[in-house]
């Protein structure tokens, strides 16, 4: 039976005849949309991030972490052509409206344009951080690119030229939709709908958290934006100004990231199980039936007692095969605070991992931890989507109390680590900040601490931390924050890091399954290591058996030699 096996990032609907989704499992696949079956799968060689349909139905154009687009017929999926001169993930690709050519959004900080043998015509230089979205502007003259740099470009076709920077207050800014009279719809990281027509411009609140994707449907003057709120809001468009229609909180499930309007009143989403799900938003009503969970693992954590606990996209906590307990969402992380190991993800809902008992709810997904004492109580920090960092003191009868929120970053929060007395953390936008845990003041924050979005730190003790980046590289930090840079032996981004009790050894996971060992003693790399094709999702170093362990997205657990 043909399912997703990791989490689902895009989702396309082709009229009432079919659904197509892009999954972390690397897995395409069309699904016949009246009985919801599998039709055909095809593969990426990394994490596919979004697809689409061609306006013909003839085509679906597929967008991934292997630095490709591809082509693909429909409903077979035969591969017609490969779009292969990214130099990093491309995030989106979209089809012309009238012509045989594709646009692609890439993290090389790139817009290109190819026809559909495959040829690459133009590439759109301009942009100064990763590339998030594309679409084509009215009759596809132009083009329209986001991008984490915080700015809108708009670029002409025939030129290969930047026709203008569209404002957006310098806000990051992920999606973008354009109706057929040229109004620009940008939603971004403060959870606004930035209406840009052809005199003025408009900032609309819409959402509580950044928005992760607006999807039109001109026909119909529809307009949906997703956040990392957990909502989905439905607006009508025909005044040129968005007038809420809907609004709905999303099923645990449902990944905020994209959607797409399908037969009739159907919404259908992209999410954390094996298949998508669907929405009526006429009758505001989602689809009931169960979606298989995937086993994907985001999370590991050695425990003293010899336990290894693992937690991922649905939310079960497990030890080895044995449930432990139960989140109902996909979580990031595992953190010990005394009794309790701290968990959370999607929900914004910090758990005790050990009983599935919720401990406290934020306005955004959640997705690191650290622990430290301080006068002699437990602490733990929980990095957020929102860029705060979520302070919490154990209590006296095994509970937390919410201390306070400490404004880490202006971006989502990646990373957190504490060593010796200062609390370190890494973000989306490159940065990185200290605190010292005795007084809970800021230290610094070095705004370009990395070359592109960090992705993951380490405490090595004494006031050292290492950090890791999609810049390939390796950051050793000494307490006088001052960095050691060096090239890993990963050819994809970089996507966590972990030490040894001594912080002599240094473990990176990547994408792409690959493992290296970092020794810092004699400045050295091991041998790189690929335990899987899947992604690496989280390090910890078990040092019960002086091994690091490396939970993947294929929901295994690999045993990796200091």
């Known amino acids: ?65 292997d630095y490709t687009a591809r082509l693909w017929t429909v409903p077979d999926l035969r591969l017609v052509a490969v779009f292969s ?77 930047l026709v203008s920077e569209l404002s957006t207050d310098g806000v990051e800014t992920d999606t973008v939709a354009i109706s057929s009279d040229g109004t620009v719809f940008a939603g971004n990281d403060e959870g606004a709908i930035i209406v840009i027509g052809p005199a003025d411009r408009t900032s609309i609140p819409a959402h509580d958290a950044g928005i992760k994707r607006l999807v039109l449907n001109d026909a119909r003057h529809l307009l949906v934006s997703l956040s990392y709120d957990r909502t989905m809001r439905l607006w009508d468009v025909s005044s040129g100004q968005p007038r809420p229609l809907d609004s709905a909180s999303l099923p645990a499930d449902v990944w905020p990231r994209s959607c797409a309007f399908a037969a009739d009143s159907r919404l259908v989403f992209a999410t954390f199980g094996a298949t998508y799900r669907g929405y009526d938003y006429e009758a505001r009503v989602w689809d009931t039936s169960e979606i298989p969970r995937t086993g994907g693992v ?71 931890g650290a622990s430290f004492e301080r006068d002699g109580e437990q602490y733990a920090v929980v990095g957020t989507y ?67 979005i960090a992705n993951g730190c380490a405490g090595l003790g004494d006031g050292w931390f290492a950090s890791v980046s999609r810049d390939l590289k390796l950051r050793i930090w000494n307490p006088r924050r001052e960095a050691d840079v060096l090239t890993t032996p990963h050819t994809h981004s970089v996507k966590c890091v972990a030490a040894s009790d001594d912080g002599l050894s240094v473990a990176t996971g990547s994408y792409d399954g690959s493992v290296a060992v970092y020794d810092r003693s004699t400045d050295t790399w091991g041998p790189v290591t690929r335990p ?28 990796i030699p200091r």
């Not at 899987?532 to 657990?557: E, H, K, M, N």
Request: net charge negative.
């Open 298 to 368: 985001n999370a590991v954590l050695p425990r003293p007692d010899g336990a290894t606990l693992t937690v991922g996209d649905a939310g079960t906590v497990r030890d080895g095969d044995r449930r432990v307990a139960d989140t109902g969402s996909l979580c990031n992380f595992l953190t010990p605070l005394g009794p309790l190991v701290l968990s959370g993800g999607q929900l914004g809902k910090i758990f005790d991992a050990l009983t599935g008992r919720e401990l406290h709810q934020h306005r955004s997904p959640l997705n690191c």
């Open 85 to 161: 001169a990214h130099e990093d993930d491309v995030e989106m690709s979209a089809f012309h409206p009238s012509r045989e050519l594709i646009a692609t959004a890439s993290r090389d900080h790139r817009v290109r344009v190819y026809d559909f043998t495959g040829r690459l015509l133009t590439t759109f230089v301009g942009h100064t951080a990763d590339v998030i979205s594309v679409e084509w502007a009215g009759d596809g003259d132009e083009l329209i690119s986001s991008s984490d740099d915080g700015t809108v470009k708009r670029w002409s076709l025939a030129t290969g030229q």
């Open 532 to 559: 899987t094709t899947s992604g690496i999702s989280s390090l910890a170093y078990d040092a019960r058996q002086d091994v690091f362990l490396a939970g993947a997205y294929d929901g295994q657990v690999y045993h």
């Open 386 to 452: 929102t860029g705060e960092g979520i302070l919490l003191k154990l209590t006296d009868d095994n509970g937390v109390t919410h201390v306070t929120d400490l404004p880490l970053h202006t971006n989502a929060v990646k990373g957190v680590a504490v060593s010796g007395d200062l609390l370190f953390s890494v973000a989306a936008d490159a940065s990185a900040t200290w605190y010292r845990t005795p007084t809970l003041e800021r230290v610094a924050t070095t705004e370009a601490a990395h070359d592109k």
């Open 1 to 65: 039976m043909i399912l997703h096996r990791s989490p689902i990032s895009g989702v396309a609907a082709l009229q009432d005849k079919y659904v197509a989704t892009a999954g972390y499992d690397n897995q395409v696949i069309c699904w016949d949309q009246r009985t919801g079956l599998a039709l055909a799968r095809a593969f990426h060689d990394h994490l596919a991030n979004q697809c689409a349909f061609s306006p013909d139905g003839r085509y679906l154009l597929t967008s991934s972490s």
